[in-house]
């Protein structure tokens, strides 16, 4: 049972470049999410799906996109990369199950944008 | 809205003493409730959870934490420190009508001998 994937693991960007990180899930949940954490300030939530087909913007949104592909996987662009989402980006998925609800994280990408 | 506030970003105990790490909530529902632990360049480990059954959760590694609906509050605490128990600590809450995860802005412990 894999829970949450995340790729890459490390990435290095220069400014105005594009990419994707992906996102995948193995454990049927119907919530995913999308924070970064900056030191100081915990987890911002970017985006997040609440269901296959939703999404809705989070605290900090601007210079993202989402896009919930299908039940399992929830990828985020960032179409034109800027120093200031040099980060460390989370994926998480959650389902609520009365005393059976979870929330599971991946390990994390490291962004660095030059 | 929901939110999470976690008070202090620094906490410094000697191995051995009292760990209490605070969370007070806003929730409009009955919210679930979470503790995470991250170790440095490593992601969130689930400590321990509410969500609804017994008020006093017990986790991993010695933690517990007590949901007190009156005071809005998921405390976290273990009674005796470790050295390996320094890491910072994440509170979230859930709200299932939102299905939305917010997060605290985290408490570091240290842990000094």
């Known amino acids: 049972n894999a829970g949450v994937t995340q790729t890459p693991k490390f990435q290095v960007l220069k400014t105005g470049q594009s990419m994707t990180l992906q996102c995948a899930q193995d454990?049927?949940?119907?919530?995913m999410y999308w924070y970064r954490q900056d030191p100081g300030m915990g987890l911002r939530l970017i985006y997040y799906?609440?269901?296959?087909?939703?999404?809705d913007k989070g605290e900090v949104p601007n210079g993202y996109n989402v896009s919930r592909l299908n039940k399992r996987e929830f990828s985020l662009r960032l179409e034109s990369a800027a120093p200031s989402q040099t980060s460390v980006y989370f994926c998480?998925?959650?389902?609520?199950?009365?005393?059976?609800?979870?929330?599971?994280f991946g390990q994390g990408t490291r962004l660095t944008v030059v | 809205a929901q939110s999470v506030t976690q008070l202090g970003s620094h906490v410094s105990v000697s191995e051995g003493a009292l760990v209490l790490l605070r969370c007070n909530y806003s929730s409009s529902v009955p919210p679930y409730l979470f503790w995470y632990v991250q170790y440095p360049n490593q992601g969130l480990q689930l400590l321990l959870k509410y969500t609804s059954a017994a008020t006093l959760v017990k986790g991993i590694n010695g933690f517990e934490a007590e949901f007190k609906k009156s005071e809005t509050s998921f405390h976290l605490t273990k009674p005796s420190a470790h050295m390996s128990d320094a890491a910072e600590y994440f509170c979230a809450v859930y709200s299932g009508t939102a299905s939305k995860l917010t997060f605290g802005t985290g408490t570091r412990l240290q842990v000094t001998l």
């Open positions: 799906s609440a269901s296959e087909g939703t999404t």
């Open positions: 998480a998925s959650s389902e609520r199950r009365g005393v059976n609800t979870e929330a599971f």
């Open positions: 454990m049927n949940h119907n919530s």
